[in-house]
């Protein structure tokens, strides 16, 4: 089992930047490849970034590249979302997910952990 708790999460003007973080604890979180989703209100969760075990193979959804940078800290057990330049359509709940395969997915089903989710709220 792995317990994730995400944080960071606040209302920022569109333009600004947050960082959330994401502690897991419990069975070697280390060892999963780490993801962040966001589901915005009526609609779906929808993949945002993951960063394998290593934190050398990262990838992000097309409608974040280049602003949000995905990165983790595997001795402090944490996974962070730094997001730069936001946008009121990056509105949303952002969900940190933990997968115990070696590979990046980005696929909510198959991720087995997930954390409670933080809100992000961005005013125009």
């Known amino acids: 089992q792995v317990q994730l708790v995400e944080s960071g999460g606040g209302l920022v003007q569109a333009g600004g930047s947050l960082s959330l973080s994401c502690a897991a604890s419990?069975?070697?979180?280390?060892?999963?490849?780490m993801g962040w989703f966001r589901q915005a209100q009526g609609k779906e969760r929808e993949f945002v970034a993951a960063i394998n075990r290593g934190a050398g193979s990262t990838y992000y959804a097309d409608s974040v590249k280049g602003r949000f940078t995905i990165s983790r800290d595997n001795a402090k057990n944490t996974v962070y979302l730094q997001i730069t330049s936001l946008k009121p359509e990056d509105t949303a709940v952002y969900y940190c997910?933990?997968?115990?395969?070696?590979?990046?997915?980005?696929?909510?089903?198959?991720?087995?952990?997930w954390g409670q989710g933080t809100q992000v709220t961005v005013s125009s």
């Open positions: 419990g069975r070697t979180s280390s060892s999963y490849v």
């Open positions: 997910a933990a997968r115990g395969r070696s590979y990046i997915s980005t696929v909510p089903s198959e991720y087995a952990y």
